[in-house]
């Protein structure tokens, strides 16, 4: 893909904090860095209690272009994001989690790249472990049928293998870029997920409106995954298994859909079958929280994911008023990006 060249465009950079302060300092001295200078920040705290909010406060206040935005609770990684887009100037939009620090040419490779022209309006970034060093995190992003989904490369050496630019399902928003026009489209991210499967939901929402992603393997972030919620924290994993079921339920073809409890099935199978052996994210869950927690956490998704049930269906009419691909497209779409079920079950 050609980059594209226009000319310095203002980028609006948004991280998200909750208790996040001993990763604070790293992650923002990483954002001041950055070649690319038409910029500006805003950082939001989600009612930290860590003394994040004094480190925001001061570094705002010494840094150009620096705004932020302090909440009196965790209102949770969506709804903090949307109350930045609406203060954001910038004619592209980038995300940084607060547990990363991003190489001094990340927006500047991402920027260059995108070209809303041609509908390319999400840019996702090669994101490396910070521990252990040289293992990939994400490099773009992979999804079942059943909608659970998980970054491309995983766990896997970075010895070169995602080194081209390429088509990319959707970036996941550790460290993402979006043009403006993709959020005002889909109305940002759906605050019902409170947090993760939101970028997957949000990507998702996008390519139905007909926007595309590309990955940009110079554009490089350094993560400390899971760093503030916990790798494997019962809610944790009760919001992704929720999360899911409502992204598949807003956006999926309705044949895909009423196939969803067999999909589901076969992974929780290759789940437990994982579990037995401890390998992947459900033998970590079990190592760490035992065996009787797992259906549990399950039975708490789909409580929660029925509460909000009828909110989502009526999103899901407006989804399909508005999109501009058809189901088939969506089905080829969803095939070419398909994340192979062991690879998604067994490895962590």
Not at 167 to 187: K, S
């Amino acid at each position: 893909m050609e980059p594209n060249h226009t000319e310095d465009p203002r980028v609006s950079v948004i991280v998200v904090n909750w208790n996040g302060a001993k990763f604070l300092d790293d992650c923002l001295a990483s954002l001041e860095q950055q070649s690319w200078k038409n910029r500006e920040f805003i950082l939001v705290d989600n009612g930290s209690t860590d003394g994040s909010a004094g480190k925001i406060d001061a570094w705002t206040k010494r840094v150009p272009n620096a705004r932020s935005i302090f909440l009196s609770r965790n209102s949770g990684f969506c709804e903090a994001n949307n109350l930045a887009f609406a203060k954001a100037r910038g004619e592209w939009i980038a995300l940084l989690n607060n547990d990363a620090v991003a190489e001094p040419n990340w927006l500047e490779e991402l920027v260059r790249r995108g070209d809303p022209a041609r509908r390319i309006g999400m840019l996702a970034s090669k994101i490396l472990f910070a521990e252990p060093e040289g293992v990939i995190d994400k490099a773009g992003h992979l999804i079942y049928w059943d909608g659970q989904n998980r970054g491309r490369g995983t766990m896997e050496k970075d010895d070169g293998q995602y080194d081209h630019e390429e088509e990319t399902l959707w970036p996941d928003a550790c460290a993402a870029l979006y043009h403006r026009q993709v959020i005002e489209e889909t109305g940002g991210f759906d605050e019902s997920f409170f947090a993760f499967g939101d970028d997957a939901d949000l990507g998702m929402r996008a390519r139905l409106l007909g926007w595309s992603a590309w990955y940009v393997p110079t554009a490089i972030v350094h993560h400390r995954h899971s760093a503030t919620a916990g790798a494997y924290s019962p809610r944790k994993i009760m919001l992704v298994e929720r999360n899911r079921l409502l992204l598949a339920i807003k956006n999926f073809p309705l044949p895909l859909l009423i196939s969803n409890p067999y999909w589901s099935l076969r992974r929780i199978a290759c789940h437990a079958y994982a579990a037995l052996k401890r390998q992947g994210a459900a033998g970590q869950f079990v190592s760490s929280q035992g065996w009787f927690r797992l259906p549990l956490v399950l039975l708490w998704s789909y409580a929660g994911a029925a509460r909000i049930l009828p909110s989502a269906l009526r999103k899901r009419r407006t989804i399909r008023k508005t999109k501009k691909i058809s189901d088939r497209e969506v089905m080829g779409l969803l095939r070419r990006f398909q994340i192979d079920l062991r690879q998604l079950t067994q490895r962590d």
